[in-house]
């Protein structure tokens, strides 16, 4: 498989964006948001490999793919460890194009009384995974001579608010995460990437669409006046994953109907 990101630019633009020919891990992709843009990247083109902790699943996730039609393979580990990591996905480690750290939990509590299991798996899953996912993978995309990665940060990567120290520390980390991989790697074509969603609807945020205080805060607050949906991510992880963005690096796109921009 080649790496596709070596190529000189293509110029007309359904190419510029397409993602044939590249291979992409998507982990946490067994719902939410991970799932939505893995079959985003398969319909630019993509060959996909899902990944997810929870079997049952991830195999749904692969079949539902494979009935709409594309190429998938379904990896089981658990992000958070380095020996699960590397026995399940083999060879095929050094063999992505693409990489998209999406796994991620929430365990909300106020921080005076944030019990230490709840601070540690938070950091564990949202940040120290996409250092130890990426070190697995990006041997490969050096010696072939490039590849894109796309870590999934936050509003949290910039602002917080009460009962989330946990998840705004670890989000914050993941967008200087990213800019390391940037300053690391950009000399030898591979780009890292922050893609920041703003509030969108999936099991994560279940707790809150069901919570009319939530519920109104959030269209208040969110310039957009909704929520947002998984789906309006895609957008901006084909370009992070594609030729047109060959140049861009270090950057956290936000997608989050101008949240951040509001006061
Ligand atoms: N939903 C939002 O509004 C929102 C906003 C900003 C950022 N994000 C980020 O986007 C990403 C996806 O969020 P989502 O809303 O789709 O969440 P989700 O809970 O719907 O899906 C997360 C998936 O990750 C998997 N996962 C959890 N721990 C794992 C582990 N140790 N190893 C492998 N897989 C694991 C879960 O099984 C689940 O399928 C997360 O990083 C989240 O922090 C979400």
């Not at 291979?23 to 939505?36: E, F, H, M, N, V």
């Not at 594309?70 to 693409?98: C, M, Q, Y």
């Not at 490969?140 to 999934?152: A, S, T």
């Not at 990213?178 to 591979?190: D, K």
Request: net charge neutral.
């Amino acid at each position: 498989m080649s790496s596709g990101s070596g190529a000189p630019p293509a110029t007309a633009t359904p190419d510029l964006f397409s993602l044939r020919g590249r291979r992409a891990l998507l982990t946490g992709s067994g719902q939410g948001i991970g799932l939505t843009l893995a079959r985003g990247l398969g319909v630019a083109g993509a060959e996909l490999i899902l990944n997810d902790l929870d079997a049952a699943r991830l195999d749904a996730a692969v079949a539902l793919l494979r009935s709409e039609g594309f190429v998938v393979h379904g990896r089981r580990f658990d992000v958070t460890k380095a020996e699960e990591i590397a026995s399940a996905l083999g060879p095929v480690a050094g063999e992505i194009d693409i990489l998209i750290n999406n796994a991620g939990i929430h365990r909300r509590a106020p921080l005076e009384s944030m019990a230490l299991d709840s601070w540690q798996a938070v950091l564990d899953v949202n940040l120290t995974s996409a250092f130890l996912v990426t070190r697995a993978v990006v041997p490969g995309m050096l010696q072939r001579g490039g590849g894109k990665i796309i870590n999934l940060c936050s509003l949290n990567s910039e602002i917080s608010r009460p009962t989330i120290a946990n998840y705004a520390a670890a989000k914050g980390g993941l967008k200087m995460l990213t800019r390391a991989m940037a300053v690391e790697w950009g000399g030898r074509n591979v780009q890292a990437n922050g893609l920041a969603p703003g509030y969108m609807r999936t099991d994560m945020t279940g707790v809150m669409t069901v919570d009319p205080h939530w519920e109104n805060y959030i269209c208040t607050r969110t310039p957009a006046g909704r929520w947002g949906e998984p789906k309006e991510l895609i957008g901006a992880a084909v370009f992070l994953a594609s030729s047109a963005a060959d140049f861009v690096n270090g950057q956290i796109l936000f997608v989050d109907g101008g949240l951040l921009a509001a006061l």
